[in-house]
Protein backbone atom coordinates (compact mmCIF):
# COMPACT_ATOMS: atom_id res chain seq x y z
CA UNK A 1 0.00 0.00 0.00
CA UNK A 2 0.93 3.62 -0.83
CA UNK A 3 0.15 6.49 0.20
CA UNK A 4 -0.69 9.04 -2.55
CA UNK A 5 -1.63 12.99 -1.77
CA UNK A 6 -4.04 13.99 -4.62
CA UNK A 7 -4.23 17.62 -5.77
CA UNK A 8 -6.99 18.18 -8.07
CA UNK A 9 -10.91 19.36 -8.44
CA UNK A 10 -14.23 17.49 -6.76
CA UNK A 11 -17.00 17.12 -7.70
CA UNK A 12 -20.72 16.10 -5.59
CA UNK A 13 -21.80 14.19 -8.56
CA UNK A 14 -20.35 12.17 -10.58
CA UNK A 15 -16.03 10.96 -11.10
CA UNK A 16 -13.73 13.43 -12.44
CA UNK A 17 -10.83 14.88 -10.56
CA UNK A 18 -10.08 13.52 -6.85
CA UNK A 19 -13.67 12.00 -7.18
CA UNK A 20 -12.72 9.70 -9.93
CA UNK A 21 -8.83 9.26 -8.86
CA UNK A 22 -9.62 8.55 -5.14
CA UNK A 23 -12.19 5.53 -5.75
CA UNK A 24 -9.64 4.38 -8.32
CA UNK A 25 -6.46 4.04 -6.25
CA UNK A 26 -8.16 3.12 -3.29
CA UNK A 27 -9.78 -0.32 -5.53
CA UNK A 28 -5.94 -1.15 -6.00
CA UNK A 29 -5.17 -1.17 -1.74
CA UNK A 30 -3.52 2.54 -1.66
CA UNK A 31 -4.50 5.01 0.44
CA UNK A 32 -5.63 8.53 -0.95
CA UNK A 33 -5.94 11.76 1.05
CA UNK A 34 -7.50 14.25 -1.55
CA UNK A 35 -7.32 18.13 -1.49
CA UNK A 36 -9.35 19.89 -3.87
CA UNK A 37 -8.41 22.76 -5.85
CA UNK A 38 -12.66 23.60 -6.09
CA UNK A 39 -15.48 21.99 -5.28
CA UNK A 40 -18.61 22.09 -7.18
CA UNK A 41 -21.64 20.42 -7.34
CA UNK A 42 -21.11 18.85 -11.00
CA UNK A 43 -18.54 18.79 -13.86
CA UNK A 44 -19.75 21.85 -15.80
CA UNK A 45 -19.90 19.96 -18.90
CA UNK A 46 -23.67 19.56 -17.92
CA UNK A 47 -24.36 23.16 -18.18
CA UNK A 48 -24.88 24.84 -14.93
CA UNK A 49 -22.78 24.21 -11.28
CA UNK A 50 -22.51 25.94 -8.00
CA UNK A 51 -19.29 25.72 -6.05
CA UNK A 52 -15.91 27.26 -5.09
CA UNK A 53 -12.61 27.52 -5.99
CA UNK A 54 -10.54 27.10 -3.00
CA UNK A 55 -8.02 29.43 -2.23
CA UNK A 56 -4.01 29.08 -2.55
CA UNK A 57 -3.82 30.21 0.88
CA UNK A 58 -6.42 27.36 2.57
CA UNK A 59 -4.51 25.25 -0.21
CA UNK A 60 -1.17 25.99 1.42
CA UNK A 61 -2.82 26.05 5.38
CA UNK A 62 -3.80 22.39 4.87
CA UNK A 63 -1.00 20.98 3.40
CA UNK A 64 1.00 23.14 6.18
CA UNK A 65 -1.08 21.20 8.73
CA UNK A 66 -0.50 17.79 7.10
CA UNK A 67 2.81 18.79 7.71
CA UNK A 68 2.71 19.96 11.20
CA UNK A 69 1.09 17.01 12.29
CA UNK A 70 4.06 14.72 11.32
CA UNK A 71 1.71 13.28 8.23
CA UNK A 72 3.08 14.80 5.03
CA UNK A 73 6.12 12.76 5.35
CA UNK A 74 4.16 9.60 4.94
CA UNK A 75 3.67 10.26 1.69
CA UNK A 76 4.48 8.27 -0.94
CA UNK A 77 3.39 9.80 -3.86
CA UNK A 78 1.42 13.09 -5.18
CA UNK A 79 -0.73 13.30 -7.98
CA UNK A 80 -2.10 16.81 -9.00
CA UNK A 81 -4.60 17.35 -11.71
CA UNK A 82 -7.00 20.24 -12.60
CA UNK A 83 -5.66 23.98 -11.28
CA UNK A 84 -8.13 26.59 -11.25
CA UNK A 85 -5.69 28.96 -9.94
CA UNK A 86 -1.84 29.94 -10.91
CA UNK A 87 -1.26 30.39 -7.41
CA UNK A 88 -2.64 26.92 -6.38
CA UNK A 89 0.25 25.44 -9.14
CA UNK A 90 3.14 27.67 -6.81
CA UNK A 91 1.50 25.78 -3.57
CA UNK A 92 1.93 22.43 -5.22
CA UNK A 93 5.43 22.98 -6.77
CA UNK A 94 6.52 24.00 -3.42
CA UNK A 95 4.85 21.43 -1.78
CA UNK A 96 7.06 18.64 -3.88
CA UNK A 97 9.94 20.60 -3.19
CA UNK A 98 9.66 20.44 0.14
CA UNK A 99 8.85 16.73 0.29
CA UNK A 100 11.60 15.78 -1.79
CA UNK A 101 14.37 17.44 0.49
CA UNK A 102 13.19 14.84 3.02
CA UNK A 103 12.13 12.27 0.58
CA UNK A 104 14.39 12.53 -2.05
CA UNK A 105 12.61 9.26 -4.19
CA UNK A 106 8.76 10.52 -3.89
CA UNK A 107 7.27 9.83 -6.77
CA UNK A 108 5.28 12.77 -8.38
CA UNK A 109 3.04 12.08 -11.33
CA UNK A 110 1.14 15.12 -13.13
CA UNK A 111 -2.09 15.15 -14.94
CA UNK A 112 -1.61 18.47 -17.17
CA UNK A 113 -5.33 18.89 -16.82
CA UNK A 114 -5.18 21.68 -19.76
CA UNK A 115 -7.57 21.14 -22.65
CA UNK A 116 -8.88 19.02 -25.10
CA UNK A 117 -9.43 18.43 -28.90
CA UNK A 118 -11.74 20.26 -30.69
CA UNK A 119 -12.00 23.33 -27.93
CA UNK A 120 -8.25 23.77 -26.64
CA UNK A 121 -7.44 25.15 -23.20
CA UNK A 122 -9.87 25.21 -20.95
CA UNK A 123 -7.90 26.89 -18.29
CA UNK A 124 -6.56 30.56 -18.20
CA UNK A 125 -3.09 30.53 -20.23
CA UNK A 126 -1.41 31.53 -17.26
CA UNK A 127 -2.37 28.14 -15.43
CA UNK A 128 -1.21 26.06 -18.37
CA UNK A 129 2.13 27.96 -18.39
CA UNK A 130 2.50 27.70 -14.68
CA UNK A 131 2.04 23.61 -15.43
CA UNK A 132 4.17 23.66 -17.85
CA UNK A 133 7.58 25.47 -16.45
CA UNK A 134 7.07 24.64 -12.89
CA UNK A 135 5.43 21.06 -13.06
CA UNK A 136 6.20 19.35 -15.65
CA UNK A 137 9.82 19.41 -14.61
CA UNK A 138 8.89 17.90 -11.40
CA UNK A 139 7.18 14.92 -12.20
CA UNK A 140 8.35 11.58 -13.22
CA UNK A 141 5.20 10.82 -14.57
CA UNK A 142 2.78 12.44 -17.04
CA UNK A 143 -0.46 11.70 -18.64
CA UNK A 144 -1.31 14.34 -21.17
CA UNK A 145 -4.12 14.25 -23.83
CA UNK A 146 -3.34 14.71 -27.54
CA UNK A 147 -3.78 18.13 -27.49
CA UNK A 148 -2.00 18.54 -24.13
CA UNK A 149 1.06 17.00 -25.34
CA UNK A 150 1.19 19.29 -28.30
CA UNK A 151 0.39 22.28 -26.04
CA UNK A 152 3.23 21.64 -23.54
CA UNK A 153 5.96 20.91 -26.00
CA UNK A 154 5.16 23.22 -29.09
CA UNK A 155 5.49 19.70 -31.31
CA UNK A 156 2.70 18.36 -33.88
CA UNK A 157 1.19 15.34 -32.36
CA UNK A 158 -0.88 13.69 -35.05
CA UNK A 159 -0.03 9.88 -35.00
CA UNK A 160 1.64 7.30 -32.55
CA UNK A 161 4.83 8.24 -33.30
CA UNK A 162 5.15 11.95 -33.41
CA UNK A 163 3.40 11.47 -29.72
CA UNK A 164 6.32 9.29 -28.81
CA UNK A 165 8.87 11.66 -29.85
CA UNK A 166 6.84 14.55 -28.46
CA UNK A 167 6.57 12.71 -24.87
CA UNK A 168 10.68 12.50 -24.66
CA UNK A 169 10.89 15.77 -25.50
CA UNK A 170 8.60 16.76 -22.61
CA UNK A 171 10.87 15.39 -20.41
CA UNK A 172 9.59 13.07 -17.95
CA UNK A 173 10.70 9.53 -17.53
CA UNK A 174 7.47 8.09 -18.35
CA UNK A 175 4.87 9.59 -20.51
CA UNK A 176 1.37 7.94 -21.52
CA UNK A 177 -0.39 10.28 -23.95
CA UNK A 178 -3.74 9.56 -24.66
CA UNK A 179 -6.85 9.89 -27.59
CA UNK A 180 -3.74 9.43 -30.56
CA UNK A 181 -4.81 8.82 -33.84
CA UNK A 182 -4.16 5.73 -35.30
CA UNK A 183 -3.49 4.51 -38.77
CA UNK A 184 -6.37 2.26 -39.04
CA UNK A 185 -9.03 4.95 -37.05
CA UNK A 186 -9.00 3.44 -33.96
CA UNK A 187 -7.64 5.25 -30.73
CA UNK A 188 -4.28 4.73 -29.58
CA UNK A 189 -2.57 5.36 -25.86
CA UNK A 190 1.16 5.88 -26.34
CA UNK A 191 3.47 4.96 -23.26
CA UNK A 192 6.92 6.44 -24.03
CA UNK A 193 10.07 6.32 -21.93
CA UNK A 194 13.49 7.95 -22.40
CA UNK A 195 14.36 4.83 -24.47
CA UNK A 196 11.49 3.13 -25.59
CA UNK A 197 7.65 3.32 -26.42
CA UNK A 198 4.76 1.63 -26.43
CA UNK A 199 1.05 1.63 -28.05
CA UNK A 200 -2.41 0.30 -27.45
CA UNK A 201 -5.41 0.89 -29.52
CA UNK A 202 -8.62 0.38 -28.92
CA UNK A 203 -12.02 0.92 -31.11
CA UNK A 204 -13.44 4.84 -30.26
CA UNK A 205 -16.75 4.87 -27.54
CA UNK A 206 -19.46 7.07 -28.34
CA UNK A 207 -20.51 9.94 -25.80
CA UNK A 208 -17.53 8.75 -23.61
CA UNK A 209 -18.26 10.49 -19.69
CA UNK A 210 -16.63 13.09 -17.91
CA UNK A 211 -13.52 11.81 -16.44
CA UNK A 212 -12.11 9.07 -18.07
CA UNK A 213 -8.40 10.90 -18.38
CA UNK A 214 -8.41 11.88 -14.07
CA UNK A 215 -9.42 7.55 -14.33
CA UNK A 216 -6.63 6.83 -16.89
CA UNK A 217 -3.70 9.22 -14.61
CA UNK A 218 -5.32 7.00 -11.66
CA UNK A 219 -4.96 3.63 -13.25
CA UNK A 220 -1.08 4.50 -14.34
CA UNK A 221 -0.11 5.62 -10.93
CA UNK A 222 -1.37 2.23 -9.73
CA UNK A 223 0.66 0.53 -12.29
CA UNK A 224 4.18 2.66 -11.22
CA UNK A 225 3.39 1.97 -7.73
CA UNK A 226 3.53 -1.57 -8.30
CA UNK A 227 6.88 -1.38 -10.62
CA UNK A 228 4.90 -2.71 -13.53
CA UNK A 229 5.71 -1.06 -16.65
CA UNK A 230 5.92 -0.09 -19.87
CA UNK A 231 4.21 -2.37 -21.40
CA UNK A 232 2.53 -4.79 -19.61
CA UNK A 233 0.94 -1.67 -17.80
CA UNK A 234 0.06 0.33 -20.63
CA UNK A 235 -2.07 -3.02 -21.93
CA UNK A 236 -3.64 -3.47 -18.44
CA UNK A 237 -4.21 0.37 -18.09
CA UNK A 238 -5.69 0.23 -21.33
CA UNK A 239 -8.10 -2.57 -20.84
CA UNK A 240 -9.23 -1.49 -17.27
CA UNK A 241 -10.08 1.46 -18.78
CA UNK A 242 -12.45 0.00 -21.16
CA UNK A 243 -13.76 -2.08 -18.54
CA UNK A 244 -15.10 1.21 -16.72
CA UNK A 245 -16.38 2.52 -20.08
CA UNK A 246 -18.41 -0.31 -21.06
CA UNK A 247 -19.75 -0.72 -17.77
CA UNK A 248 -21.09 3.35 -17.79
CA UNK A 249 -22.96 3.19 -21.18
CA UNK A 250 -25.63 4.46 -21.21
CA UNK A 251 -24.57 7.00 -18.45
CA UNK A 252 -23.66 10.54 -18.07
CA UNK A 253 -21.06 9.55 -15.78
CA UNK A 254 -18.55 6.84 -14.65
CA UNK A 255 -19.82 4.21 -13.04
CA UNK A 256 -17.05 3.68 -10.87
CA UNK A 257 -19.34 0.96 -8.45
CA UNK A 258 -19.81 -1.77 -11.26
CA UNK A 259 -16.48 -0.38 -13.71
CA UNK A 260 -13.75 -1.10 -10.71
CA UNK A 261 -15.25 -4.35 -9.53
CA UNK A 262 -13.11 -6.77 -10.78
CA UNK A 263 -11.21 -4.15 -12.55
CA UNK A 264 -7.67 -6.41 -11.29
CA UNK A 265 -8.84 -9.78 -13.82
CA UNK A 266 -9.67 -7.77 -16.93
CA UNK A 267 -7.47 -9.10 -19.42
CA UNK A 268 -4.80 -6.62 -20.82
CA UNK A 269 -4.96 -5.28 -24.24
CA UNK A 270 -2.45 -6.32 -27.15
CA UNK A 271 0.53 -3.57 -26.68
CA UNK A 272 3.05 -2.95 -29.77
CA UNK A 273 6.31 -1.56 -29.48
CA UNK A 274 6.66 1.82 -31.76
CA UNK A 275 10.10 1.43 -34.01
CA UNK A 276 12.71 4.46 -32.94
Request: proline letters at 6%.
Amino acid sequence: MAVVLSISSQVVRGHVGNSAVVPALRAFGHEVWPVPTVILSNHPGHGGTAGFTVDAGDLRAMIGQLADHGWLGACDAVLTGYFRDVRQCAVAAEMIHRLRSARPNLLYCCDPVLGDDPGGLYVGEEIAEAVRDFLIPLCDVAVPNRFELEWLTGCSVNDQNQAAEAARKLGPADVVVTSVSSPDDRLATVWATREDAWVATVDPLDSVPHGIGDLTTALVLARVLADDRPAPALGTVTAQGRHVLMASRGRNELDLVSGLAGVEAVTPVETVRLEP
